[in-house]
């Protein structure tokens, strides 16, 4: 390949990852780092009950247990001063609403009473893990540019909604969509199943002054 056909390369992955849209919204008055957080999700779906009882056999019918202790364990790993604690909650208690993200209705998840115990609370609803397998194409860009060649990609892939909340006031402080990805090439692994738990939890916390 030459220098040409490698920088038309690079540059059609710069504009296709420029393009990406942002799939979450932090409130700018939201400076101050909780010394509590609380962590409520509900019950996760699984596309993938083949590679759970492969990988995770203990966690078959309780995959939630082994969801909230990578929670609590990555949470505590990857940030200080704050105490957490996760609780996995009945879909019954958690309603919808429609927020603003970028001019357009986003649906973010609430939960219908907060009790008051932490500083922030963070509610996670409508997580799906499970296989993915995508065909992703390179663009032309002119005349003489066809782009890198099609290529399948396999993932585990970790999807759902998400929506901070200030344990006084009720007020939203962030949200967002969760879109987490561990690629692999011919089965999946544990490590996987860790990653996108992880990569989720990354995604929620970014520009938040939990991450900080």
């Given amino acids: 390949m030459g220098k040409k056909s490698v920088f038309m390369l690079l540059l059609a992955c710069m504009l296709l990852i420029g393009c990406a849209p942002k799939l979450y919204v932090v409130d700018p008055s939201w400076v101050l780092k909780p010394s509590r957080v ?20 203990g966690y078959v019918n309780n995959f939630s247990d082994w969801y909230r202790a990578q929670l609590e364990a990555f949470l505590n790993a990857s ?18 609403e429609f927020s603003d993200m970028d001019g357009t209705n986003f649906k973010t998840p609430k939960l219908k009473a907060l009790d008051g115990s932490a500083d922030v609370f963070l509610v996670i609803d409508d997580l799906w893990i499970g ?46 969509d969760i879109k987490a990805e561990s690629f692999f090439t011919f089965t999946v692994s544990l490590d996987d199943w860790i990653n996108v738990v992880n990569k989720t939890i990354e995604i929620m916390l970014k520009d938040t002054p939990i991450a900080r």
């Fill in 38 to 57: 609380k962590v409520l999700f509900t019950e996760p779906g699984i596309g993938s009950p083949k590679d759970l009882a492969d990988d995770l056999p």
């Fill in 79 to 96: 940030t200080k001063g704050v105490a957490y604690s996760v609780e996995k909650v009945s879909r019954d208690l958690v309603a919808y």
């Fill in 131 to 176: 296989r993915v397998k995508e065909k992703s194409c390179g663009g032309g860009m002119g005349p003489g540019f066809s782009g890198p060649p099609c290529v399948d990609s396999k993932s585990l892939t970790g999807t759902g909604r998400y929506a901070f909340f200030d344990g006084k006031t009720g007020a939203k402080l962030g949200y967002g």
